[in-house]
């Protein structure tokens, strides 16, 4: 027995005793060794193996601390019945690229990205840093809805700049906007249907249906949601995009705004929820305050982030809870942490109050007007093209009668242009016909121009 | 009619036109201007306010921008229909103490505390700094699995130290472990009930019920989840820590990792979720390697978080999805973000690629095996105190006879010390009698010498 024994071939940095333990439960799981084998004595294996006693014991002692082997008064050490499950499927690993991708296109008019080239670079690193080094108690756990500071300074930063009316207490800080939306479908598990624009936004018809709940499209006119459908869908919670309708780009009127209040207000545990995306572009006139400010009855859920305002990669969002909601949160969430870092809240709250917030934005600001009229000027000189939807936020919808969806956007891609037909966002309602969706704020002022000329080119 | 017209008092530091269109638009909000009532002319205006034409334009054309009021062929602006919906409650913001909270007890002995007092802060502000200078572009959308240098960094970090076995392209960063176990429960939507550990993690119970699954509470022995109990619960997946059970500190021997592997492998779509919290912690042996490493048919998916080794602050966790999960992932999330900033997970990185958290974990690992000792050995003066679990983590179980569960938080409790019964923890099982679970962490050594002075007196 004991001569048959399979023995390790020792090698490496580890120490010898690991290398032993390591072979002989291998042995075992893998079935070399059966199930009530008999090890071989310490003595002996010392022998067999070459090397010293206090070896083979402190192996032994870690194979029968973990249950490899068996303690048998009088007759040493058993395998203990471990066989591990056959591999049921080889089950390879999938392949996928190497992140970051190449890039596939020479010009990706994606809705979702920003210009990075304002960023206050030098700012931001100087006040990350600080953050660090002058708060240490930021390293032990946070309140669940964000620390109060930054809550503070954002409620000020809405009441001002967006007529939201809140208290700190009612800001809800999270990594990003859908993982706010999904907090909020766990906070209103009675909600079994959610109604979401018509066109609307993808990922809230997936955050819906990923909660198990029914997503009911709702057709958006001129003036954005429409009241009645919205009525007659038997929903109780609606999502909205007020300020800039994604991605028609509609800004809803003051009398659709007291409609849809009078709906939430009209049911028992209805909702409206306002994402007011997008809100701090406007091109062609003063912004409209936000839904949530003329909300009277608590029926509003107002949420917004920076991943636009100042990039992507800052995951940072944030909520504005109806006192009815805040409670169930504090009952629901309130073992819970904040999903965002502590060092990254104090890093945005000094950003805001420091003023660098509001010049990032009027930089920006100046630069995508600059850009949003560059482009549509240029693209709006292909004969029989129509623009709509460029009075705010990072795109705009283009329509060209003479190609269907398809052509526009294989004559574009053609091109090595990237452009999202209409009908990718609508759900029960037709595309308006030929029409495509164009975001200009990733690409430079040059590539604008060049994406427009080969535009021209792609849809003569 | 004009002359009963509502005038604003002008005042403060917003443009005057801005003053006079908020006044009025809060008048057709509030109802003291009515549907249809006529405004009156600009002129007529300009002289009632005292103010220019050019500023009555201006509130006139955004009250009619904004759907306030309706401009009516040759009879001026009347007055749209939006009266809002009357307050149906007056819902006052619900009244929470400001954050942070002050402490209500001397010496808190939670479970979730660590030391930060080791942190190099130094080190962190650094590399953070340079995160940001170094990378500008990490200001762009990232992989939504996290960046790939990262999960590169990780793969080998627990190949190295717990024995798991996964390519890069399978890990999965997230803003903590609750976050990844609700990423994780979306991607499962056939399985209605979820089997626990009894006792057993709360925060694991709360997921379950938030996703709108049922909890099973399967009970726990000396060797962890009772694999019969288990498979006759009839859940398809199953959470469990296996290294240290959470609260009992059970750790489980390679007999019951086997048997569930096998539970895992012996019917359709079974997964087990192995959170390997507090494995960097072990005072008596050395650590068992994860159950995912003896995983031959990706039914294991493995959960750590740094939130313990690093600080609560540190939002960043991670979990290593199987194969069939890694494609259910991607087709589900693939337009997401993933929800830690792309700085912080640089950040990480770097401190894990220049050695500095190998460094962090050696020097609190013997600050905490330092603790625990002293803790566990001036607990164990009390008569009639037996002490288990203590052998790895940071907090262990303490049981006196001498009086109920509730008698020994209830006396703890009068000399300000805060301890958790073990009935918290459990659900369907009832509790081992008279036990309460110590975390020593959060305290310094004085005040665990102090804490365990004061129970001296409460429990004589």
Not at 67 to 77: E, F
Not at 79 to 93: E, Q, R, Y
Not at 161 to 182: F, I, K, N, T
């Amino acid at each position: 027995m004991a001569d048959s024994f399979p023995l390790p071939v020792f090698g490496g940095d580890s120490p010898l005793y690991d290398q032993l333990y390591r072979h002989i439960a291998g042995a075992i799981q893998s079935g070399a060794l059966a199930p009530g084998t008999k090890l071989p004595s310490k003595r002996r294996l010392c022998a067999l193996a070459g090397v010293s006693m206090s070896t083979v014991e402190t192996a032994y002692s870690l194979l029968a601390a973990e249950g490899y082997v068996l303690a048998k008064p009088r007759s040493g050490y058993v395998c203990a019945h471990l066989l591990l499950p056959a591999p049921s499927d080889p089950a390879p690993v999938p392949e996928a690229p190497q992140s970051p991708e190449p890039p596939r296109w020479a010009y990706d008019c994606s809705t979702s990205a920003v210009d990075v080239s304002a960023f206050p670079f030098s700012s931001w690193a100087r006040i990350t840093k600080e953050a660090v080094y002058e708060n240490p108690g930021l390293l032990q756990r946070g309140h669940p809805q964000g620390d109060w500071p930054l809550r503070a300074e954002l409620a000020q930063l809405l009441a001002q700049y967006r007529g939201v009316r809140c208290a700190p207490e009612q800001v809800v800080v999270g990594a990003g906007a859908d993982y706010l939306l999904s907090l909020l479908l766990q906070l209103l598990p009675e909600q079994r249907t959610v109604a979401l624009e018509d066109p609307g936004y993808p990922a809230a018809y997936a955050a819906a249906a990923l909660h198990g709940r029914e997503p009911v499209p709702i057709p958006v006119d001129g003036q954005g949601m429409d009241r009645d459908a919205l009525e007659r869908s038997g929903a109780g919670l609606a999502y909205v995009t007020p300020s800039h309708q994604f991605p028609l780009g509609v800004t809803m009127p003051a009398g659709r705004r007291s409609q849809l209040l009078h709906w939430a207000a009209s049911g028992p545990g209805r909702f409206l929820i306002e994402d007011d995306y997008d809100s701090e572009f406007r091109w062609t006139s003063r912004p409209i305050p936000a839904l949530q400010g003329m909300d009277r009855a608590g029926r509003v859920v107002y949420m917004g982030t920076f991943s636009r305002s100042i990039a992507p990669a800052i995951r940072v969002a944030y909520m504005i809870l109806p006192p009815e909601l805040l409670e169930r949160f504090r009952a629901t969430f309130s073992h819970g942490a904040c999903a965002v870092s502590r060092f990254e809240q104090e890093s945005l709250r000094r950003f805001l109050a420091q003023g660098l917030y509001g010049r990032h934005l009027r930089r920006t600001g100046n630069l995508y007007r600059r850009k949003c009229a560059l482009f549509t000027q240029a693209l709006g000189e292909i004969p029989g093209v129509s623009i709509t939807g460029a009075e705010a936020g990072l795109h705009f919808l283009l329509t060209l009668p003479r190609f269907s969806e398809e052509e526009l956007t294989a004559r574009a891609a053609a091109q090595s242009i990237r452009l999202h037909p209409l009908s990718r966002y609508c759900h029960a309602v037709p595309p308006l016909p030929s029409t495509v969706v164009l975001g200009f704020a990733g690409l430079s002022e040059g590539e604008l121009a060049q994406t427009a000329e080969r535009l021209k080119t792609a849809w003569a």
